[in-house]
């Protein structure tokens, strides 16, 4: 629909409140005209920019609504990626748990549709999870897992970033020598992609470390 796709260009521009105007439009036409597909269409843009806005509450409720059609729909590209959209809402609002069921069902329809990129960032997402819960073996399983994925992929974004947070989590479990290595891996990373604020951030763990007996 035109409005929604209005909506995006304002977006991009971080015309946010023409944005949202756009998308109360289309969602309002459209649920006028019953036409379901555009409605959960601008449902999902509206959730979204919301997230963007850090309102992270009333992104959850459109996002929800969305959910409901998408399943009535049985639209299953769309679901995975509003499962996963709800995900990283829940993770903002601290509700791990509901993040992490999220998430899993998000993997659940990437696997059927295999996308290989989706399941490897959901990986990812679902190591941030096990992470903030304390299941720290599932986490670092996930995050190895990830990584592999990241690696053959070459999501460049995220795979330094792995690295970064397995080495968190091989420090908070104590494996010094791990989290060493896994943190060097990242700084190699973040290096070769100009990251500097990040790389000084690893850096400065790498030397805390050097201060520690590794295990």
């Known amino acids: 629909m035109f409005r929604v796709d209005l909506g995006h260009a304002h977006r991009q521009l971080r015309h946010i409140d023409f944005a949202m105007t756009c998308y109360s439009e289309a969602r309002d036409l459209s649920v006028a005209i019953g036409n379901r597909h555009q409605e959960k269409r601008a449902l999902h843009s509206i959730a979204t920019l919301l997230y963007d806005t850090g309102s992270f509450h009333e992104s959850l409720a459109f996002g929800m609504d969305a959910l409901v059609i998408q399943q009535e729909l049985n639209d299953q590209q769309g679901l995975a990626h509003n499962l996963a959209s709800l995900g990283a809402t829940y993770w903002r609002l601290r509700r791990y748990e509901d993040a992490l069921s999220s998430h899993q069902q998000a993997m659940e329809i990437f696997n059927l549709l295999q996308d290989r990129h989706r399941k490897a960032r959901t990986k990812f997402d679902l190591a941030m999870c096990y ?74 763990w790498i030397d805390g470390l050097n201060t520690k007996p590794a295990d």
């Open 131 to 204: 992470a903030a819960l304390e299941r720290f073996d599932e986490a670092i399983s996930a995050f190895e897992d990830s990584i592999a994925e990241l690696r053959q992929l070459d999501e460049r974004d995220l795979e330094g970033i792995a690295y970064r947070n397995l080495g968190i989590i091989y420090e908070r479990v104590g494996n010094l020598g791990k989290a060493k290595a896994v943190w060097n891996m990242a700084l190699a990373w973040f290096n070769k992609i100009e990251a500097e604020v990040d790389s000084r951030r690893v850096q400065d």
